[in-house]
């Protein structure tokens, strides 16, 4: 392992990204899925991102790539986040429609407390977010969560078509409600997703998630998104983490 001075001189410098205050998770940090995918779009492979600290929001921020392929992303000397090759295999659920989708929503528990109601993904306080609201249910012989989503014209990138960071940012918190049982705090400790079809703005989708099972105050959840035609759009994994004190014990 180089030391931090020689690290540092070995990466190469990439460009800057700037999380603005929009893409908020916690309270004055960026969205894990998010800021996962802003990093992820600077890799030509499918990634793991490990997020190290609190994204700070609407500065710029230093992408760099290191010659074993790892990428970081830092704020002057500290290290945020970093992603490094990773295949993704996860085997998602059959798509669900969106009726179905409908009616789990309505019984999403974040209607009722939340503990990030400033979230872009799933906030409540939220009119510019994406609105996500999973609610539990039964479907293909597991235990998930769903919510439909239809990506707005904010969204857009290249010929109609949602940017990617923005699937990302879809497949994030759904996986927080499938595993976390109550409103206690739960933050994104690392991510990997797999974005194998485009989504056009406009197009009505279904989003899963579904736990994959942890102990202590570590959870593996996985998400799928789905298109109006039913195709797995993409997929993820993330670990989350609860930091200590944030709630009782399960």
């Not at 429609?97 to 799933?122: I, K, N, Q, S």
């Not at 919510?147 to 014209?153: N, R, S």
Request: charged share 20%.
């Amino acid at each position: 392992m180089l030391p931090v001075s020689q690290r540092e001189a070995s990466l190469m410098n990439l460009g800057t990204v700037n999380v603005a205050a929009r893409y908020c998770g916690p309270a004055n940090a960026g969205n894990g899925g998010y800021v996962a995918g802003l990093l992820g779009a600077f890799a030509t492979e499918p990634v793991e991102v490990r997020l190290r600290a609190p994204i700070p929001l609407g500065v710029p921020l230093a992408v760099a790539a290191g010659a074993d392929g790892a990428l970081e992303l830092r704020n002057g000397e500290q290290l945020l986040a970093a992603a490094t090759p990773a295949a993704l295999e996860l085997e998602v659920p059959a798509p669900l429609a969106e009726p179905l989708a409908r009616e789990a929503a309505a019984g999403w528990r974040g209607a009722r407390e939340h503990v990030a109601p400033g979230c872009f993904v799933c906030g409540t306080a939220r009119r510019d977010g994406l609105g996500l609201r999973p609610g539990p249910l039964r479907h293909d012989g597991r235990d998930v969560v769903a919510t439909p989503w239809c990506p707005d014209a904010t969204l857009a990138g290249t010929r109609g078509r949602v940017r990617p960071e923005y699937l990302w940012a879809a497949l994030d918190c759904p996986g927080y409600y499938a595993i976390v049982p109550d409103s206690r705090t739960m933050l994104v400790g690392s991510f990997s997703c797999r974005v194998d079809d485009v989504l056009a703005v406009g197009e009505r989708c279904v989003v899963l998630g579904w736990s994959l099972g942890g102990k202590g105050r570590s959870f593996r959840a996985a998400t799928a998104l789905y298109g109006e035609d039913g195709r797995c759009v993409a997929r993820a994994v993330a670990l989350w983490i609860e930091p200590r004190g944030a709630g009782p014990a399960r």
